[in-house]
T-cell receptor, first 113, second 114 residues
Framework: NAGVTQTPKFQVLKTGQSMTLQCAQD?????MSWYRQDPGMGLRLIHY???????DQGEVPNGYNVSRSTTEDFPLRLLSAAPSQTSVYFC????????????FGPGTRLTVT | GNSVTQMEGPVTLSEEAFLTINCTYT??????LFWYVQYPGEGLQLLLK?????DKGSNKGFEATYRKETTSFHLEKGSVQVSDSAVYFC?????????????FGKGITLSVRP
């Protein structure tokens, strides 16, 4: 099992550009989520999905879109990048919510200039 | 709403020292509690968890006990190693169905020197 994979590992964007961060898991997990990690802020939930075709907003959803067309994939789209979106982004998956362990990808470090 | 408070860091210890990292939480009901660890350049991974009051989670020499009366889940290790240097996150998740979300503390960086 590859677990949770994310691409790219690093990305530099100019303000106003758009891009998609890819996330895939091969564990047949229903629950997937996107977090951003900023110094001194911990991890904050951007969007999550409880199954294919179902997504919902987390704590900091503005400026980001998601879709879940398959169980395996959960891409995160930045519509018009801003310097405030400079961060490290983590995708995670789990069998469910509540007491289930979340499995994290290795992260994407994004810089917006 | 739900929240997790961790002690301020960073923490620097000598090898074989005793470690305590404090974590307290605010939540309704009886959430599940977690400690996640992030080694340099990697994603987070689960270190241990507890799902009900008085449960003790343990792994790799680390322990934490779910204390409902003090709303705490402090992480301890009797003798740290250089390889324990990492960022540690306390987190909680309520048991209220499919939309339960994981709430993280801010994390604390542990450095262990030889």
């Amino acid at each position: 099992n590859a677990g949770v994979t994310q691409t790219p590992k690093f990305q530099v964007l100019k303000t106003g550009q758009s891009m998609t961060l890819q996330c895939a898991q091969d564990m047949n997990h229903e629950y997937m989520s996107w977090y951003r990690q900023d110094p001194g802020m911990g991890l904050r939930l951007i969007h999550y999905s409880v199954g294919a075709g179902i997504t919902d907003q987390g704590e900091v959803p503005n400026g980001y879109n998601v879709s879940r067309s398959t169980t395996e994939d959960f891409p995160l789209r930045l519509l018009s990048a801003a310097p405030s979106q400079t961060s490290v982004y983590f995708c995670a998956s789990s069998q469910g919510a509540g007491s289930y362990e979340q499995y994290f990808g290795p992260g994407t470090r994004l810089t917006v200039t | 709403g739900n929240s997790v408070t961790q002690m301020e860091g960073p923490v620097t210890l000598s090898e074989e020292a005793f470690l305590t990292i404090n974590c307290t939480y605010t939540a309704t009901g009886y959430p599940s509690l977690f400690w996640y660890v992030q080694y340099p350049g990697e994603g987070l991974q689960l270190l241990l968890k507890a799902t009900k009051a008085d449960d003790k989670g343990s792994n790799k020499g680390f322990e934490a006990t779910y204390r409902k009366e003090t709303t705490s889940f402090h992480l301890e290790k009797g003798s740290v190693q250089v390889s324990d240097s990492a960022v540690y996150f306390c987190a909680l998740s309520p048991h209220n169905g499919a939309n339960s979300k994981l709430t993280f503390g801010k994390g604390i960086t542990l450095s262990v020197r030889p």
